[in-house]
Antibody, heavy 121, light 109 residues
């Protein structure tokens, strides 16, 4: 059974940093692309970043490019999202998501329960 | 960026009714369209992919259709557990810029 368990959310000041983690079980991160998707009441669901199954091809939404970094540790089967220079508008519930495919740009087969990031002074 | 537009924003219906939700893409996404259901306090879950293929375990009362820019999710014989928000998502472009519609809330009339 696929399970995705996010952690690392919290309250951070504007300009600060936070690292989200997603512990995956029931499959290997080497065989599927993985994403981070965030959700707010105002903007709804917003794709943030994708990492292919090879781990060599990260892609980012324009809103986070240059500030966020998606990565993984295959020995721990864990996905990460390093978020730097955080802005008020990054406040959201962040979901770790498993794609159906390997290369990225596929539909989202499984979702974690989310971790809340609040950017506030 | 491909913009996804869902209509209506809210649908007030009664159990047993047939419900039709619409999703329009700003440019063709072929059949690379997925639908998700989200209940309060829960993460979204996959309903339909490839515009019309039901995900594992999804009841047959859910059906998807369309291609190009116009898509429809139909729920035939709405059940109480179907009251939720439904989102469409396109996954047609490369490099990936995956986009969602704004959602349709199906609420109890």
């Amino acid at each position: 059974e696929v399970q995705l368990l996010e952690s690392g959310g919290g309250l951070v000041q504007p300009g600060g940093s936070l690292r989200l983690s997603c512990a995956a079980s029931g499959f290997s991160l080497r065989t599927y692309a993985m994403d981070w998707v965030r959700q707010t009441p105002e903007k709804g669901l917003e794709w943030v970043a994708t990492l292919s199954g090879s781990g060599s091809s990260p892609y980012y939404a324009d809103a986070v490019k240059g500030r966020f970094t998606i990565s993984r540790d295959t020995s721990k089967n864990t996905l990460y999202l390093q978020m730097n220079t955080l802005k008020f508008e990054d406040t959201a519930l962040y979901y770790c998501v498993k794609e159906e495919g390997f290369s990225g740009a596929d539909y989202f087969a499984s979702w974690g329960q989310g971790t809340l990031v609040t950017v506030s002074s | 960026e491909i913009v996804m537009t869902q209509s209506p924003a809210t649908l007030s219906v009664s159990p047993g009714e047939r419900v039709t939700l619409s999703c329009r893409a700003s440019q063709s996404v072929s059949r690379y369209l997925a639908w998700y259901q989200q209940k309060p306090g829960q993460a979204p879950s996959l309903l339909i992919y490839g515009a019309s293929t039901r995900a594992t375990g999804v009841p047959a009362r859910f059906s998807g259709s369309g291609s190009g820019t116009e898509f429809t999710l139909t729920i035939t014989g709405l059940k109480s557990e179907d009251f939720a928000v439904y989102y469409c998502q396109q996954y047609n472009n490369w490099p990936p810029t995956l986009t969602f519609g704004g959602g349709t809330k199906v609420e109890f009339k």
